[in-house]
């Protein structure tokens, strides 16, 4: 099992800039890919960025060139977000998946962009 908490979200002027950061626990070794996907009001949730073991990134065309991600360590995976634009606006949820297939999901946190 691996936990994951999110941190971050808030509210910011578009043009402006937040990182969101997930802190992982558990079986954090058996983690081959973390990402980070958002949910806005009324649409799936998709995906924003991942971050494989083998250090490999993939981004949403949306987000390319603005968004970045990022790990400290096995623990800690980060979203840097820059030039947000209101449609970044929704909840940001922090993923996991092991080498088997499994999924872990955060429980979110909301990224409020005015215009």
């Known amino acids: 099992q691996v936990q994951l908490v999110e941190s971050g979200g808030g509210l910011v002027q578009a043009g402006g800039s937040l990182r969101l950061s997930c802190a992982a626990s558990?079986?954090?070794?058996?983690?081959?890919?973390m990402g980070w996907y958002r949910q806005a009001p009324g649409k799936q949730r998709e995906l924003v960025a991942t971050?494989?073991?083998?250090?490999?990134t993939n981004y949403a065309d949306s987000v390319k060139g603005r968004f970045t991600i990022f790990r400290d360590n096995a623990k800690k995976t980060h979203l840097q977000m820059n030039s947000l634009k209101p449609e970044d606006t929704g909840v940001y949820y922090c993923?996991?998946?092991?080498?088997?297939?499994?999924?872990?999901w955060g429980s979110g946190t909301l990224v409020t962009v005015s215009s």
């Open positions: 993923n996991a998946r092991s080498w088997l297939g499994q999924e872990y």
């Open positions: 558990g079986n954090i070794f058996s983690t081959d890919t």
């Open positions: 971050f494989t073991s083998g250090f490999s």
